[in-house]
């Protein structure tokens, strides 16, 4: 039984790390992504095979890397290879089982928006596409998380293909690997999966204290609802351990977060400290 209260934030987190299953090869982005990563390897998937696009390949997270060539994810990695071979020798070849990639901008289909806000060239830009097309279209399945972007009718740009325009069409067009696409989207509102057969984005599962009616005012369309709603999946007291030790900045407030990061050197020299007497 859970006996720690949690936060939003964590229970997102928590939501994104059960995506992952061991043995998985997974694709994972700077933030969130890397996070849900590292409590998965500690608790209940020790052997998934983590990596970034920059080519670093079978780690186990330590600390949060600032980006995706980050030498603090070489500690015990199995691996090291270049951004070329990432999308040719392992994610073209099909060996890449998950991709887990942020959303700015979201349509009904699940095709994403990251690029920018508005048409161009008359456009802000918003971020850059890195390696997020080629992870869309060829990884097995692909995990979606949106912090703070929008659902739109209509993308004014396209910089990541989902099911395009519905039903069978990312399918046919034969340019994606067989079966792939967007499985499902986390927010911090609600778990959106899409329909089998028509390829549309329908909400399955509600954050708690969030009505239907709430979600739907954030969405343009007239939004599919589960027959049976779920809910977030309640984190376990050892995933909240991990989730904290690792960062607990994504967790808390920075005053609280300074205090735990504390909180965790202390144990961790008073382990070091026993160890020693032992010896």
Request: with cysteine; charged share 20%.
């Amino acid at each position: 039984m859970l006996s720690k209260q949690i936060t939003r934030q964590e229970m997102l987190v928590i939501a994104a790390a059960r995506q992952i299953q061991n043995g998985d090869v997974a694709i994972l982005g700077i933030g969130l992504p890397i996070i849900a990563g590292a409590v998965a390897k500690k608790t209940h998937a020790p052997e998934a095979v983590l990596m970034m696009e920059s080519g670093i390949c079978d780690f186990e997270p330590r600390v949060l890397p600032m980006h995706v060539a980050d030498a603090s994810a070489t500690r015990g990695y199995g691996y090291a290879t270049d951004l070329f071979s990432v999308f040719t020798t392992i994610t073209h070849a099909g060996y890449l089982d998950k991709a887990f990639l942020g959303v700015g901008q979201i349509d009904k289909f699940g095709n994403i928006n990251t690029s920018y806000l508005g048409t161009p060239p008359d456009a802000q830009r918003i971020s850059a596409a890195g390696g997020a097309p080629e992870f869309y279209a060829y990884a097995k399945k692909s995990i979606l998380t949106m912090k703070g972007g929008q659902f739109v009718e209509k993308l004014p740009y396209i910089t990541s293909p989902g099911y395009l325009g519905g039903g069978n069409e990312r399918e046919a067009s034969g340019r994606y690997t067989p079966g792939s696409g967007p499985s499902v989207l986390l927010t911090s509102k609600g778990i959106f999966k899409f329909h089998e057969q028509t390829k549309e984005m329908y909400l399955d599962a509600l954050f708690p204290g969030v009505t239907v009616e709430r979600v739907k005012k954030d969405i343009p369309w007239d939004l599919k609802v589960a027959e049976t709603l779920g809910s977030f999946p309640i984190p376990t007291d050892e995933e909240i351990h991990a989730l904290r030790e690792f960062s607990p900045r994504a967790s808390f407030s920075s005053p609280v977060a300074v205090q735990l990061v504390f909180e965790n050197f202390k144990r961790k020299m008073a382990a070091a400290k026993q160890a020693v007497l032992r010896n």
